[in-house]
Each structure stands twice: as C-alpha cells, then as structure tokens.
C-alpha cells in the first residue's frame, strides 16, 4: 500500500512538473531538478517493490516502504512547490488543475502511519527492535 500510493501521488506531481518542463518555465536548472527529483523518487519506489517478491523479513521490507514513502512526500512537496513558482502566478489563475495538483498531491501526508506516528516505531526498529507501528 504504502508504494501504490505514494507512486500515486508521485504521478500527481509528476503531470504539474511536466507543464513547467514543457513550457520551458524556469531556468534549466529549475527544470532538470524538477525531473531529477521525480526520477529518483520513482526509482526508489521501483526498487522497494521489486524487492517484495524476494523480502523474507517483513519488518525490513515495511521499513524499506516507509522510508521511501516519507522520502517522496517530501520530494512530492518540494516539486509541486517548484513548479508551480516556475509556472507562475497567471498560469495558477487561468488553470484550475494547477491548484487542484498542489493540494491533491499535499493529501498523501493524510495516508496513515502519518510521519509523527510512524517515527518511534522506525527508531526503535533502526535500535534492533520488531517494527510494530
């Protein structure tokens, strides 16, 4: 669950990125950071979920998701956030999608565990213990 989802919300942040990419909006810099954030993001997801097939420890495997989960939250924020700079103020006016992608993709923080919840369970795991969330 926790890789189908954030590959969701990934592809979310991924259509408004691809307008700015698209448009040209933003320096190259800008633009190329955006894709490098997404790329990478997708590949971790990729990389946790061909290992499932293979996981023996279910308690590696969930810290695995979680960690890569929480990782492209943050990355989902930081791209939507910098897109829709590089897109601009108009762009935010005559699109409705553009302010429907920024709050849709902020909605994976709402998926339990929560990053808060989710913290003790991970450190304690991460001390040697089972991961009990």
Known sequence: FELLVSA???GAATNLAERAITRGRGTDEDRADLAIELETMA???EH???AAAAAGDNDALLARALYVRFATERAIE???MSAAAALG???FIE???IAYLLGATRALAFHPPSRA???G???RYLAGGPLIL
């Open 8 to 10: 969701s919300y990934l």
């Open 43 to 45: 590949a971790a997801l």
């Open 48 to 50: 946790v979920a061909s």
């Open 78 to 80: 930081r791209v939507v």
């Open 89 to 91: 103020g108009m762009s």
């Open 95 to 97: 699109s409705p999608e």
């Open 117 to 119: 919840a989710a913290a």
């Open 121 to 123: 369970p991970i450190a």
